[in-house]
């Protein structure tokens, strides 16, 4: 007979580690050298042998309050007393429609309605679709082409992936790609731009292959652009002065909808709630997740334009007009959690002390520069990247060992590829800033 489910939770170095298959994991590794967090508070985490942590990623980029705010804690706990789960399709609980309305009120002005969703993924599955589904509803069905970006990350659904620019998120699944998609180029280049601070006055030339991808297929084949204003997953990548603003400009002059991915972007990690308070470029679709709940219940969502949601306001009232949704699309923990998050970083002033830490981080993680087998160092809002020289036939070993080093020495760095990446919560102390950048330096000298 099976155990008893309470006598099945024992002490963490006792767990059975095999039947969980990791996401983005080395499993046959990791179960080798198991590394557990157990507990965590503000910018700590607690690993199961009881040392403290400094979380210099703010989760995978979502706890962007902390960890475990109060506020947001007592949100959910309130939520769940009241309301554990509502339908959402035709019904719905009042939390989802004050999420909506909040989230436009703050968002830049033209987005007037929100999608809920998940996740990040979802997230990006469904602007695509919105993308699509818009311009057949306005008569320009022939529009059905995506355009991505080399090393973009759109996350894994088959929409994301097939946009997104990353080969080994590819290449398994090469015969499931959705046809139509094509990519332009990535803007990263050691040769020009190594250790920019901000964005790189180099690459805008590279906006121009929109241009190409449009005479080569005609606009009237081309439904939408999908990039991330800053490219987060594929390591930090800022965008060069005036690209943006051409990839708007082309996508504009060609019929194009312009989706800027802000699961990342988002939510003050660029000082502000989204990329065009900083960059000053409109897209016409936005999509989020991560930080919108400090990353403390899963929720994503694509903010729509009134003009695109209008788009879809048409036949009998009675009809649904987007067949799409999930399940939990607009749970009551996650908005609730979402309302509370966005109350946090406003009463707390959270966006202006992440811009006002962006230079310490800046100075700081420059100080790296000519440290072993650095080669580059950038950095835009909070959040910053390390890109070192891989070792000799092992690419991506170097920063793992540096990853590794960081984790036992009381910092939780995160890596992917040769890059190692730095975003951490926007409470983070110019103090704490220091023990993470000396760690690193530390640990780039102990794994040469
Ligand atoms: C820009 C971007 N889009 C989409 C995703 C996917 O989000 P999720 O992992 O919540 O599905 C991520 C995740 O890191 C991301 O960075």
Known sequence: ????????????????????????????????HPRLVVEAKGVHYTTDDGRQLIDALSGLWCCNAGHRHPKIVEAIK???????????????????FELADLLCDRAPAPFKHAFFTNSGSEACDTALKIALAYHKARGDGSRFRLIGREKGYHGVGFGGMSVGGMMPNRKAFASAMIPGVDHLPHTHSLEHMAYTRGQPEWGVHLAEDLARIVALHDASTIAAVMIEPMQGSGGVIVPPVGYLERIREICTQNGILLIFDEVITGFGRLGEIFSPDRFGVMPDLITFAKGITSGMVPLGGVLATADIYDAFMQGPEHMVEFFHGYTYSGHPLATAAG???IDVYESEDMFARARAMEPILEDAVHSLRGEPNVVDIRNCGLAAAIELAPRDGLPSKRAMDVFHW???????????GDVIAIGPPLTISEAQIEVIVDTIREALHATS
């Open 1 to 32: 007979m099976s155990e008893p489910v309470e006598q099945l939770f024992s002490d963490p170095s006792e767990l059975n580690l095999d039947p969980l298959w990791m996401p983005f994991t080395h499993n046959r590794y990791f179960k080798k």
């Open 78 to 96: 309130a939520q769940l007393d009241a309301l554990d789960y509502a339908v959402g399709f035709q019904a719905h609980h009042p939390k989802a």
């Open 339 to 341: 309302i509370a998050a």
């Open 406 to 416: 960081c984790y036992d020495n009381g910092v939780m760095v995160r890596y992917g």
